[in-house]
């Protein structure tokens, strides 16, 4: 009988393999390395909020976190699918700044209908990423030199269509999307102490609490039927419970201030889809499989180029959503935009969980990582800290999970 070698994504996240002997499934197995981001993004939220006397949580503050860091969080999604397949993407500062630059161009100056201007910077940034996905995975250029390139030729690129000077403003339909909030559509309901509060914004919160427990308990469920291990289904109403009352108060102070943020429902849909895309469809499983074990992907069949290329065109269209969210919410292109974006990115990947060497992560934990860097960024703003601070912060939060992975690997080999 032929034996199955455990993958690099097995050995990282301490998963038994079938094919060794006495390794039958167990009844419950906490992983440290998935659960602990979720463990320390708590205890930062919980620092800050005592540190700032309760205004962490506030509702407009919540409302800032979210609006002022999700082009860093649409950056953290297609970076971590980058990184789980073993490359990285230097390019994508510069990538937001073209795009917002060649999206203003449309609007502003060509009077382009934003409709077809937008669509027209999402097939921009798909283009600049099937440009860097060639040199990558087709004439074998390493990641890492290909994108440091586009950093410096994309920056020259907005530089050549803006000049020194900003373009602006932008139709009120692309403010609306950046900074705008949804409409009180049913009004608003009375809460007691805490006031009055959006209906709508409540019972959409209600259907996603629904929809979570809904989808975790299938997954339960699925497991149990083909004898893998879960947790205790005690631990497992608790994890529910928490996730439901976490969600439910930021629904609730998103409500009391000025409802959801668009850019907070785009942001659930892209999670959405490409949390559905990396765990259920074949693309994603080959995603894992080209970072886990590149030769064995190959020797499977995975056609490793294609898979390759398209992740960089995925990369680059999320580069040019952002782009225009972050213009949007200056109300104007600025040959600076993007400055530094690309380091947030790769940082909210690594802080949610993603492995160094490939194979390992997960959308939702990117987003915590990124959710982590904004909540440092806010308190520490909050508190009054000078910029040096902040850098220091973040540069030692991100050691720290980088460290935690390598010591976690480390860990996993030496019990097996």
């Known amino acids: 009988m032929t034996s199955v070698a455990p993958t690099n994504a097995d050995l990282a996240l301490g998963t038994p393999s079938a094919?060794?002997?006495?390794?039958?499934?167990?009844?419950?197995?906490?992983?440290?390395?998935?659960?602990?981001?979720?463990?320390?993004?708590?205890?930062?939220?919980l620092l800050f909020t005592v540190l700032t006397g309760g205004d962490m949580l506030a509702p407009q503050n919540i409302s800032n976190i979210v609006v002022q860091n999700s082009y860093i969080l649409i950056l953290a999604i297609g970076m971590i699918m980058v990184i789980i397949a073993g490359h990285i993407d230097l390019s994508v500062g510069s990538v937001v700044a073209a795009s917002g630059a060649f999206a203003a161009v449309m609007m502003v100056n060509w009077d382009v209908p934003w409709p077809l201007a937008l669509l027209i910077t999402l097939v921009f940034g798909g283009l600049i990423g099937a440009w860097q996905g060639y040199w990558i995975a087709y004439f074998?250029?390493?990641?890492?030199?290909?994108?440091?390139?586009?950093?410096?030729?994309?920056?020259?690129?907005?530089?050549?269509?803006?000049?020194?000077?900003?373009?602006?403003?932008?139709?009120?339909?692309v403010r609306t999307l950046a900074n705008g909030f949804t409409d009180g559509y049913l009004g608003n309901i009375g809460l007691g102490a805490l006031g009055g509060a959006d209906l709508f914004s409540l019972l959409i919160g209600l259907v996603a609490v629904g929809a979570i427990v809904y989808t975790q308990w299938r997954t339960r469920a699925a497991r149990q039927h083909y004898l893998q291990a879960v947790?205790?289904?005690?631990?497992?109403?608790t994890k529910i419970v928490i996730a439901a009352v976490i969600l439910m108060f930021v629904i609730v102070q998103l409500a009391r201030f000025r409802n959801l943020p668009w850019v907070l429902v785009l942001l659930a849909a892209l999670v959405i889809g490409y949390s559905v895309l990396t765990n259920?469809?074949?693309?994603?499983?080959?995603?894992?499989?080209?970072?886990?074990?590149?030769?064995?992907?190959?020797?499977?069949?995975?056609?490793?180029?294609?898979?390759?290329?398209?992740?960089?065109?995925?990369?680059?269209?999320?580069?040019?959503?952002?782009?225009?969210?972050?213009?949007?919410r200056l109300n104007q292109a600025n040959p600076t935009a993007g400055n530094a974006f690309e380091l947030d990115a790769i940082a909210a990947a690594f802080i949610g969980g993603a492995a160094v060497q490939g194979g390992v992560g997960k959308v939702v934990g990117a987003i915590t990582g990124g959710l982590i860097m904004g909540v440092i960024n806010n308190g520490m703003s909050l508190?009054?800290?000078?910029?040096?601070?902040?850098?220091?912060?973040?540069?030692a939060v991100l050691l720290a999970a980088v460290a935690f992975d390598v010591w976690t690997k480390r860990r996993s080999g030496a019990s097996r």
């Open 19 to 45: 094919s060794e002997p006495g390794n039958a499934p167990r009844r419950f197995n906490f992983n440290l390395r998935q659960s602990g981001i979720y463990i320390a993004f708590a205890l930062i939220v």
């Open 383 to 395: 508190i009054g800290a000078p910029s040096e601070q902040v850098m220091l912060v973040k540069g």
């Open 140 to 173: 074998g250029i390493p990641a890492f030199i290909v994108t440091l390139a586009g950093m410096l030729l994309f920056r020259a690129v907005t530089l050549l269509i803006l000049g020194n000077r900003g373009i602006g403003p932008f139709p009120d339909e």
């Open 231 to 237: 947790e205790p289904l005690p631990m497992f109403i």
């Open 280 to 328: 259920r469809a074949v693309f994603g499983r080959q995603i894992y499989a080209v970072g886990g074990n590149l030769q064995a992907a190959t020797l499977s069949g995975v056609k490793v180029k294609s898979v390759v290329f398209w992740l960089f065109v995925n990369m680059g269209v999320l580069a040019a959503v952002a782009g225009i969210i972050f213009a949007g």
